[in-house]
């Protein structure tokens, strides 16, 4: 990644907190304990083997899980069984999946209209245009009237992050966005994810692209079975690890 | 950084293809003579059909009597469409008084442009067409029964195909949108609507709709104080709708579970509630997906319309049976009869699922 590096976000004023957070699948504990505090314009990236709950640490914050114990704080919300509050944070939080989840029976250009007609009440013709805003921003204008069907996954995935990004959202959450793209895509999402970066949004991302983790990261989080085993600056986080296992997964995934 | 713009035209001329693979000629040569099997099972279909049509058309046109005003007359021994003069009203419109057929004809005219609302994209003066099309079924029903200034007809003068229609048209109006609430209902996350949803759906499937239309007739008559009375034909109209829409329900639901979980997380997190992200996700991929099903049982539930013959309603296959019994042409119109009830369910069924193909060709968004 040859982009100079962004600057380090102020820390002034903490966006999500998370206190003792424990969530089970079943009988599987797939979330122990977890605390994390993000600030805002912070970019925290999440790594760790797969199975270790980092999706699912994620999707806490939206509530696309549901946890059992401890605490979800977003913006000053607290995720509980309030469907106001949900509402609420869902429509601070914008959200990339692996695998897009693009409307497939809708254009790029009303895939990215949609909430804003529906939840915001925005009208068409400046929902529209401000759609149009964001497809430029993720340097796909010209696909605006195709359907998701006809474009590329790299295409598609910059759709998606321009159709978060719709609704003006106060933070971003990225879940292996680049996984499910050939190699020639990826570097195109993490373009438009690195100028997102820039623009001072606050973003959490799963991601084992460690080039890109390197270039934005205001700090990595390394998980493993359903706990935060390695917190630190990119940096540190890469040149000396402090824990086994992340000495471990750093030389698996860094090997080739 | 696009690679989808690379032009490949520089490394060779594209060239129009071969002249015997394009055009009518390579129609032919690809659809009916490629390889051996498919060329004999070509003479073969050649053969039969020359068996079949020759004599089929003979016997109903060629050497058919046209004229006459009793069976008897009927000579020759191609088919007897004498009875077509005197009959064919009754064979529409059953025993709705004559100097009303207008009305009939009038309520099928507007349900054209009511149902192009419905079905057909980018036409003018659109929204107001769609609610033209919402208020088709009562405008229609007002046409039929009277009332209002109009004359009232009670709904045991319709018969003939016009009471195919009516049953029909009303059973896939409405259980379209009944078999939609009951599929989601039947995932729904609460447990009673769904209690609710699986108990009426397996009840309706498991019994046979003559079953069913028995019940309405004459046993729901005696649950219900004896001056209160449901109209014949709604009771009818209500079964064969709640019938059909057991059957939507499973279809549809079939629908909803090929549409991948990430379409609901999308949703979701985008802050689109729970009807809202049905309404504008979910249902119009599930939907589209279940086309070919969704036609199977509107077709079926025309089709299903015949069996009101049984409760004594006379339908068109109804008014068939009472001219085969008729003294004047007995023995004469038996084929005749049901041939012309045929044509009249195929050209609707066939129409129905034309517009299908149709309607799935203009929905396919992986189109390039």
New interface residues.
Partial sequence: MAEPKTSKSNVDQNVIEITALNKWFGNFHVLQDINLTVSQGEKIIICGPSGSGKSTLIRCINRLEEHQEGKVVVNGTELSHDLKDIDAVRSEVGMVFQSFNLFPHLTALDNCTLALIWVRKTPKADAEALAMEYLERVKIPEQAHKYPGQLSGGQQQRVAIARSLCMNPKIMLFDEPTSALDPEMIKEVLDTMIELAETGMTMLCVTHEMGFAKTIADRVIFMDEGRIVEENEPEKFFANPEHERTKLFLSQILAH | ?N??DINYSKTGKSRPPPANTVGLIGWVRTNLFNGLLNTCLTFISCYLLWLIIPPLLDWAIFNADFTGNVGRECTTDGACWAWLDQRIEQFLYGFYPAGSYWRVNLAILLLFPALAYVLFENLPFSNYGRWYSLAYPFLAAFLLVGGFGLEGITTDKFGGFMLNLVAGLSGIIFSLPIGILLALGRRSKLPAVRLLSVTFIEFIRGVPLITLLFVAIIILQLFLPPNVSVDQLVRVMIMITLFASAYMAEVIRGGLQAI?N??Y??A??????YW?SMR??IL??AL?ISIPGIVNTFIGLFKDTTLVIIIGLFDILGQARVLQTNPDWMGKVDHETYLLAAIFFFVICFSISRYSINLEKR?D????
Avoid: F
């Fill in positions: 950084m690679t989808t991948p990430g379409q997380e999308a979701q997190a985008m802050g689109l509630g809202q504008l996700i119009p991929q589209k929905l968004t992986n189109r390039d």
